[in-house]
């Protein structure tokens, strides 16, 4: 089985951290975003969409990161923690996975985009009201994620990590690898996260997000300037 995944993508990282945590056998399939990889027809054969995460087990393809963390945890019947039995947690576990897509995902992105990735296609110094904007919406999710998901619960489910969790922290890493700080003024997703973290294994959360958390070490050197202006596009219209 093959996961086609660039680290620097947050859904990738939850399929990373995912598979790791849970002795899945994998190969991974490296597809450098910054390069243009997923726009290559090599790509195109595993995913038409052009995206990554992507799964190929077999003659089997599967895009979309939620639907390949589902397969994975039926595939290989992994704990029951992860995507509960129990209704109501599953309902919670889906709950979540519904919202995060337009909550934290859309605001968490449009900061690290409009502070990072952004001024790093351009060349030009990032909009310092755009990412004032920008905070400010991830302010609001994230004020909506303690009180609504996490409440007085050590995770979103309950007392155990679910792909919930998974799914949550690897989004709300992208903003502090744009240097926004998030856990220090909000004790409670502060002592959430230390939890998550331990749940899944320091070493290999630190293995996830190291190219994330170490925006200098990012380049567009090799990504042809036709691509280049393409994805700055697509940006743009992403955080306008």
Known sequence: MELFLDLF???????????????????????????????TEEFGKVNALRKVPALRDGDFTLAESNAILLYLSRKFKTPDHWYPSDLQKRARVDEYLSWQHTGIRAAGCKVYLSKVLLPLL??????????????????????????????????????????????????????????????KPRPKLAEWRARVEEAIGKELFQEAHKQVLNAKSLSVAELVPELREQMACMLLKLIN
Request: proline letters at 6%; charged letters at 25%; one cysteine or more.
């Open 122 to 183: 351009t060349g030009k110094p990032f909009c310092p009201e755009k990412v004032e904007g920008a905070i400010e919406e991830l302010n609001v999710v994230l004020k909506q994620f303690e009180e609504k998901f996490l409440g007085d619960k050590p995770f979103i489910a309950g007392s155990e990590i679910s792909l919930a969790d998974l799914v949550a922290i690897v989004e709300i890493m992208q903003p502090v690898g744009a240097g926004y700080e998030i856990f």
């Open 9 to 39: 993508s947050q859904p990738c990282r939850a399929l990373f951290i995912f598979a790791k945590k849970n002795n899945i056998p994998f190969e991974l399939k490296h597809v450098d975003l910054l390069k243009g990889q997923h726009m």
